[in-house]
């Protein structure tokens, strides 16, 4: 739908401006015409997009309840005055960083998908408004996966470090299992929404 339009505007910017109120023998101007055209492939676009953007709302609320509960049980536990054990510890210091770009990261994909979910679903909006939606919620989604896993991954370098040191690294890895499924599941689709939403026009395309 959003090369469709990106078609219409092209050729509507090479016509005269007074041909493009112009009417047909069903007295239908061009945007008339390509609105009852493409009918089924808004509706299309728009179960996609809602589909998609459910998936992804429920992933990333699913982080924000895991890095949110995780930033109030502090790993290694605290002393009487509340102070926790390895505050001036590097690994918890990456903890606490990377706990908090995930949450932050989540709720601003969260927010994005949810904007994509109550949107009008206008033919406007596929042109520029929900690509840049699912881009930057896709993104950010990525970013929270990474950093949760981050936080994870120092998290057992805390508890692990001393008796099963051994451990650390295939664990670590294992970590980076999911962001890299993430990764080359959603890639694809993140490089072509973002080449057609920024990449060149279509007649600079076809040159």
């Known amino acids: 739908m959003q090369r469709e339009l990106q078609w219409f505007k092209a050729v509507e910017s090479c016509v005269y401006p007074s041909l493009q109120e112009q009417r047909n023998e069903s ?16 509706e299309k676009g728009e179960k996609w997009m809602k589909e998609t953007a459910l998936s992804c709302t429920l992933v990333a609320a699913l982080i924000i309840t895991v890095v949110f509960a995780a930033a109030f049980t502090v790993p290694g536990g605290s002393n ?99 962001v890299s499924l993430f990764g080359l599941l959603q890639f694809p689709l993140l490089v072509e929404i973002f080449s057609s939403t920024y990449g060149p026009s279509i007649f600079q395309a076809r040159k």
Not at 32 to 40: A, L
Not at 152 to 162: D, E, K, R, V
């Open 27 to 42: 007295n239908e101007t061009p945007r008339q015409v390509f609105t009852k055209e493409h009918e089924r492939l808004v």
């Open 80 to 178: 009487t005055e509340g102070i926790p054990t390895f505050l001036h510890k590097p690994p918890f210091i990456v903890f606490v960083i990377s706990d908090a770009l995930a949450l932050f990261s989540s709720t601003a994909s969260l927010l994005m998908f949810l904007g994509i979910l109550t949107s009008r679903y206008a033919e406007e909006d596929f042109l520029d408004s929900l690509p840049k939606k699912l881009i930057i919620g896709l993104i950010a989604l990525f970013f929270s996966i990474a950093s949760m896993m981050v936080a994870f991954g120092a998290t057992i370098y805390i508890f692990l470090s001393h008796p099963w040191k051994w451990v650390i690294i295939p664990i670590s890895l294992l970590g980076c299992v999911p």
